[in-house]
Structures are given as structure tokens and as C-alpha cells.
T-cell receptor, first 118, second 113 residues
Framework: AQKVTQAQTEISVVEKEDVTLDCVYETRDTTYYLFWYKQPPSGELVFLIRRNSFDEQNEISGRYSWNFQKSTSSFNFTITASQVVDSAVYFCALSETLNTGTASKLTFGTGTRLQVTL | KAGVTQTPRYLIKTRGQQVTLSCSPI?????VSWYQQTPGQGLQFLFE???????NKGNFPGRFSGRQFSNSRSEMNVSTLELGDSALYLC????????????FGPGTRLTVT
């Protein structure tokens, strides 16, 4: 069975601090996809990044960066110089690959609530 | 391109009633998935439809059902509502139903009294 663990329930930082959100996953699939989503108070899940299991390159997008380490089954997300607008719940998710080879359902972690204050 | 739309956005129902939620995917997207979000259970997968066929189903009772139409729009139905069905129901669409990322709608908040 697939599992995603986000051990940090809530993190509070002051604006301009860097913050890392942890994600650890479990799967028996050899091919899988990892995702990060942001859920602001409005409720809509906003897609941030997708990473496949064969690509361990770290990725940077503006103030966001992701560190994928297959050896430790982790896919951590770092926000550099945090801003108040980054306040939201962040979810890490793992896709299940059907025997047809297509990715299907997402298994989500419990989310990390990030509060950025002035 | 318009995003995923869900109607209605808010709904209040009484125990025992049934409810139908609607989801219109992003134009060109053929896969639609449904998720339930509650404070206690988090985000849980309900089912996925691709080309009008249910391709995958989560661990929910048979009271939860869905369908997809030829224009890729999807509906989910919950019969004999229970208090525990109160949740945010999120719909997500994906382009080819494969490795593409899912884009979520704003959700329908269902309250069962």
C-alpha cells in the first residue's frame, strides 16, 4: 500500500525566513510520480510540481525548490525568503501506477500548515 | 483556458437525502477524479473516470457513485447521506489520464445536518 507522511503538522515562520517542508513516501511501484500542491484558505488545490521516480534532479522555480532523494524516499520542498502570501496548507502526494502503465489516483499526505507572519 | 469548475459550491442537506455534485474539466482533459477532504481523514480518493469509464475506485461505500459524460463532464452522487459525509468534495481533471498532473477545482462544500 502506498503511504505519504508529512510529519510537520504546522510551521510558523517570520517573513523572509527559509522554510523546508518534509515529505516521506512508501511505495512498491518502481515507476511513480510525486507531487506538491498548495491549498490556500479558498480551498482549491494548486499544483506546484510533479517529479517522476527516474528523475532525481533537484528543481528550482523562483523561491521554490524541491529535493528528491530516492535513497531516503523523500521529496522535500523549500521556500526561500518566505512571504505572507505563502501561508497555506501544503500537500505532498504520490500517484499510483495501474498495471496499464498509466498513473491514476493520488495518495496525499496529511498536509503541513505554513503560517508566515510579518 | 478556463479551469475546472464545480457546482454547486456549497450545499446543505439532511441525513437520508441524496445529492449530486457536478464537475466540468478543463477543455481537452479526458480524465476526471473525485476526492473527499475531511479534517479527520484528510484527502481521500473516491474514483476516476476516463472516457466515460470508471478506471479506479477508492475505499468508499456503494452510496458513493459517479459517472462521466461524452463531453468529459462528471457527476458524483451520494445517496442516503450521513453526517460523516460532510466534507469538501474536490474534482480534478487531467489531460490524457496518464502521467499528467491533475488540476483541481474549487470544490463543493457539503454539509449534512
Amino acid at each position: 500500500a502506498q503511504k505519504v507522511t508529512q510529519a510537520q503538522t504546522e510551521i510558523s515562520v517570520v517573513e523572509k525566513e527559509d522554510v523546508t517542508l518534509d515529505c516521506v513516501y512508501e511505495t512498491r511501484d518502481t515507476t511513480y510520480y510525486l507531487f506538491w500542491y498548495k491549498q490556500p484558505p479558498s480551498g482549491e488545490l494548486v499544483f506546484l510540481i510533479r517529479r517522476n521516480s527516474f528523475d532525481e534532479q533537484n528543481e528550482i522555480s523562483g523561491r521554490y525548490s524541491w529535493n528528491f532523494q530516492k535513497s531516503t524516499s523523500s521529496f522535500n520542498f523549500t521556500i526561500t525568503a518566505s512571504q505572507v502570501v505563502d501561508s497555506a496548507v501544503y500537500f505532498c502526494a504520490l500517484s499510483e501506477t495501474l498495471n496499464t502503465g498509466t498513473a491514476s489516483k493520488l495518495t496525499f499526505g496529511t498536509g503541513t500548515r505554513l503560517q508566515v507572519t510579518l | 483556458k478556463a479551469g475546472v469548475t464545480q457546482t454547486p459550491r456549497y450545499l446543505i442537506k439532511t441525513r437520508g437525502q441524496q445529492v449530486t455534485l457536478s464537475c466540468s474539466p478543463i477543455s481537452g482533459h479526458r480524465s476526471v477524479s473525485w476526492y473527499q477532504q475531511t479534517p479527520g481523514q484528510g484527502l481521500q480518493f473516491l474514483f476516476e473516470y476516463f472516457s466515460e469509464t470508471q478506471r479506479n475506485k477508492g475505499n468508499f461505500p456503494g452510496r458513493f457513485s459517479g459517472r462521466q459524460f461524452s463531453n468529459s463532464r462528471s457527476e458524483m452522487n451520494v445517496s442516503t447521506l450521513e453526517l460523516g459525509d460532510s466534507a469538501l468534495y474536490l474534482c480534478a481533471s487531467r489531460h490524457a489520464g496518464g502521467r499528467d498532473e491533475q488540476y483541481f477545482g474549487p470544490g463543493t462544500r457539503l454539509t449534512v445536518t
